[in-house]
């Protein structure tokens, strides 16, 4: 199997970064409390809409900080071993779908 497709960075994260990340998702999955809390409390619609997209906006940064660090190691890695177009074409199917 290349090496792009492999379960584990080619270039694991550090212990920094794997921190902020899971420090970001921490306060996303605080705010979805607080959007549950505020439909039991059957708070105004738009109300909970705000918080809906603060979370979404949230999630997306989130999701181009993993992405971009997957195209400066992984992809890179295989641009570098021979192996770009595959590791491009991955990276392409990810990024269409992570934008719907």
Not at 22 to 50: A, F, H, T
Not at 63 to 75: I, L
Request: net charge neutral; proline share 2%.
């Amino acid at each position: 199997m290349d090496q792009f497709l492999h379960d584990q960075p080619i270039t694991p994260r550090t212990d920094v970064e794997k921190q902020a990340v899971v420090n970001r998702l921490k306060r996303i999955e605080g705010q979805v409390r607080g959007i549950q809390k505020m439909v039991e409390d059957d708070r105004y619609c738009v109300d909970i809409l705000v918080q809906i997209s603060a979370i979404s906006a949230a999630l997306k940064k989130v999701g181009f900080q993993v992405a971009e660090r997957h195209t400066k190691h992984c992809v890179s890695h295989a641009i570098k071993s021979g192996e770009g177009d595959a590791a491009i074409d991955e990276l392409m199917d990810v990024i269409k779908q992570f934008s719907k």
